[in-house]
């Protein structure tokens, strides 16, 4: 259907000229290495900055801390897709281990509203990736608070939540062993380590969703800047520390392919992802969204069920998928960072 959700048809005509695909399929057990790697990474250096002055902290949290606290979000990424292990169990607490940085836990409810927003992408009533009516109204196309909303898009998002309450549960026993674990490792810290150390562990998760060139992502991966298409990938150094994380489209199309794999998809069908417009700059990417007045929150593409669409504008601002955006050949929207 020409107003239906693209990915499956993508995926279709890809597995009908590539069966060869269903090769990638799989899952990639050594992913769960990454995570006591990372957690000894995370609090050694939480450790040796727990002394220091204020301005180390903050530039040990903006250099190191934002790329390894963006890791986990990605590893709990894998795990929610079941792209670890095969059992539930293992993925889970995968996820969980994961979350053991980001103070406050996350990893068993992003499991939910995650596959939610994959089966009901662009539903407003179901995709929690969507922002809020009054939250796209507060932000409007003001440089200022599109700044402010990158800047403390943690919490941004985790307002959305009660949007949801009615449709989808996010409780369940795995959600309090979740806060459990997380609560026990944020008093460990601050008993142990101390405050400045607290503060550059927080500080790693707002750098690592907001303002920085890490949070580009935010903006790659279903802000409209070439309508109609709805999903854009991001092919550019940064994939190197977040796991692939920036071919979204290729994770749409195959959400059963592991990170590793994820540049084979593109690579095995090049006539269905080369001629999309994609992303070489999370940064250049992140400028753009905060600088021009013709993106906004409201840059996103909506429908109220299956096979109706629409472009949610709101009257902010300027439509941002002008009659012209369709007759430019697709191309690389950013210069490299």
Not at 87 to 102: E, K, S, Y
Not at 150 to 178: D, G, H, I, Y
Not at 208 to 228: K, M
């Amino acid at each position: 259907m020409q107003n239906a959700e693209p990915h499956p048809a993508r995926t279709a005509a890809i597995l009908r000229a590539h069966p060869e695909v269903r090769k990638l399929f799989g899952r990639t057990p050594a992913t769960a290495l990454f995570v006591p790697i990372i957690l000894v990474m995370q609090f050694g250096t939480a450790w040796m900055v727990k002394d220091q002055p204020w301005w180390v902290i903050v530039l040990a949290a903006y250099t190191l801390g934002a790329i390894v606290n963006n890791t986990c979000y990605v590893i709990i990424h894998e795990a929610t897709h079941s792209l670890i292990f095969k059992g539930r169990m293992g993925n889970l607490l995968a996820a969980i281990g994961a979350d053991l940085v980001h103070v406050i836990p996350s990893a068993v409810t992003f499991t939910r509203f995650h596959l939610v927003h994959h089966r009901h992408q662009g539903e407003f009533d179901l995709d929690a990736d969507l922002p809020s009516h009054a939250e796209a109204k507060l932000v409007g196309n003001s440089t200022l608070m599109k700044a402010l909303w990158v800047t403390f898009f943690p919490l941004m998002q985790a307002l959305r939540m009660p949007r949801f309450s009615k449709l989808v549960s996010f409780w369940e026993p795995w959600t309090v062993v979740n806060a459990l674990a997380v609560f026990a490792v944020d008093a460990a810290v601050l008993f142990l380590m101390g405050p400045w150390a607290f503060l550059y562990i927080v500080l790693s998760i707002f750098f690592s969703i907001g303002l920085h060139p890490l949070g580009g992502r935010l903006i790659q991966e279903h802000f409209i800047v070439a309508h109609p298409q709805e999903t854009y990938s991001y092919y550019g150094p940064w994939n190197l520390t977040a796991l692939n994380v920036g071919y979204h489209n290729e994770h749409h199309d195959f959400s059963a392919v592991p990170w590793n794999k994820l540049p084979q998809v593109r690579a095995l069908a090049p006539e269905h992802y080369d001629t999309l417009v994609w992303h070489r700059s999370w940064t250049g990417l992140l400028v753009k969204f905060i600088f021009d007045p013709s993106l906004s929150l409201y840059s996103r593409i909506t429908r109220p069920g299956p096979q109706k669409r629409k472009v949610l504008t709101g009257g902010v601002g300027r439509v941002p998928d002008s009659v012209e955006s369709l007759q430019k050949p697709p191309s690389a929207v950013d210069s490299a960072a």
